[in-house]
Structures are given as structure tokens and as C-alpha cells.
């Protein structure tokens, strides 16, 4: 490096990050149990059944293992970078103590749209205020992200199933309401979605409920709203992904 150059880490971004590359492997772990749960039954493999069948089978083993090992890995590397981002954020505010100053705020990552995303939780959160909750109501939800800025007039949807179909694995349609899919997969509480639930995420669970997390983690949608996720349960999570 030259004398001109210095190393600078954004820990936020590096979070943001390895909360994506979380979600991936959430998803590949899901595919996994998918392809172990895949079986051919020997008698479609008619007179060479035995042979092809254990072939088959020790190649279906031999991709399992392969794959697991790739998630392992890129495990390994994302625990690596959230300590990173942890280790370097530590560090800079040591040395800013140390000169009786305070440490330079990380800047959001541009890809996360922050100031969009805390604006929807404001949104959410200010509907919310003596109501009841309405944890069925997609309308809501959309209403709350063309007062951010994000979805203006477009399509309509009966319930948070037909909406999150719309949004699932469509980058295009997630692009036309401002958001990105960061999650989809089962858990067992918000808290097991990898990198975290942030303010402003839109939350969708078991199809059936929808809300936008406010800054305390807790869902909203024209009232405070329970997540149900009271056990292993499909959770689909979408960020604003424009300021």
C-alpha cells in the first residue's frame, strides 16, 4: 500500500453482508434436506435396478457431502467476517477514546437504502399507535411502503400468501415494490433468521401473517402484531433495498 492509501472497513456493510450470505446458506441447508429426502425407487431402474440404484445412491451421498461441506465453509467465512466487522468497529472506537475523541460513524451500506428503511418502520409503527393489529392486511403493508417512497399504485392482494407467491424468487417484482428477499426459509423464531430481523423489513410468516418490523424487533401492521412463529414455521423476510 502507499503512503496515500489507508485501509478503511465498513462494519455495517460487512454485517449486511454476511446477513445475506446467511440467508444463501439457510436456503442451501434447506436444499440439502430436500435432495436427502429425494429417493428412486430400485424398480424404476428395472433389470439393472440394484446397480443403478446404489449408484445412484452414492452419488446422491456424494453430493450431499460436497454441498455440506460448501455450507460449512462459507459458514466458516461469514462467522469470519461478522468477527472482522466486530474486531475492526472495537478497535476504531478504542483508539478514538484513546484521543479523547469519538469514533467516525460507519456510513450504511448503499445497497440497503437505510434512511427508506427506518421511514417504513416509522410508518408501520405510527399506524400502529391504539390499534388493534391486522396481521392478514397486505393492503396495509403497501400502503405503508408508497408513504416511504418505495411501491407507488400497482397490484392489489387478498392475503400475505398471494403476495409473498408474487414476491418469492422474482427479482423483478421485488424490484417494482423497492425491496430484496434476504430470507425465505423455516425457523423457529425471528431470531433465527440469519443477520436478524432490522427495522423496516418486511416480515411475512407461514403465509399468513404480515408486518413490518420495527426498531425493537417486534412486527406492526395497523396495530402491534404476534409473528406466529411459535415453532418451525416458513418465514419470508424482504428489505427496502432503495433510499
Not at 446422491?60 to 472482522?84: F, G, K, P, Y
Not at 391504539?130 to 397490484?155: D, F, I, K, T
Not at 418486511?202 to 401492521?221: E, H, K, R, T
Amino acid at each position: 500500500m502507499g503512503g496515500s492509501q489507508e485501509f478503511r472497513a465498513e462494519p455495517e456493510a460487512m454485517r449486511s453482508a454476511a446477513g445475506n450470505v446467511g440467508g444463501i446458506i439457510m436456503r442451501g441447508v434447506n436444499s440439502v434436506g430436500d435432495l436427502e429426502r429425494l429417493e428412486v425407487p430400485s424398480a424404476s431402474f428395472a433389470g439393472i435396478g440394484d446397480a443403478v440404484a446404489a449408484a445412484g445412491a452414492a452419488l446422491q451421498q456424494q453430493q450431499v457431502s460436497a454441498v455440506r461441506t460448501l455450507l460449512s465453509l462459507m459458514q466458516e467465512v461469514n462467522d469470519l467476517v461478522r468477527r472482522c466487522a466486530d474486531d475492526y468497529q472495537a478497535a476504531d472506537e478504542a483508539a478514538a477514546a484513546g484521543y479523547g475523541g469519538k469514533p467516525q460513524a460507519a456510513a450504511g451500506p448503499a445497497i440497503w437504502g437505510t434512511p427508506v428503511a427506518a421511514e417504513l418502520a416509522v410508518c408501520a409503527v405510527r399506524d400502529s399507535a391504539g390499534a388493534g393489529g391486522e396481521p392478514g392486511s397486505v393492503g396495509n403493508v403497501l400502503r405503508y411502503m408508497e408513504q416511504a417512497g418505495l411501491a407507488g399504485p400497482g397490484p392489489r392482494f387478498d392475503d400475505p400468501a398471494q403476495f409473498n407467491a408474487w414476491l418469492e424468487g422474482n427479482a423483478d417484482n421485488q424490484a417494482s415494490v423497492g425491496v430484496i428477499e434476504v430470507y425465505s426459509g423455516t425457523a423457529r423464531d425471528l431470531r433465527d433468521v440469519p443477520g436478524g430481523v432490522r427495522g423496516g423489513d418486511v416480515v411475512i410468516v407461514a403465509d399468513s401473517v404480515i408486518g413490518v418490523a420495527g426498531d425493537n424487533g417486534q412486527l406492526y401492521n395497523h396495530g402491534l402484531v404476534d409473528s406466529g412463529v411459535h415453532g418451525p414455521s416458513k418465514v419470508s423476510v424482504y428489505r427496502p433495498a432503495f433510499a
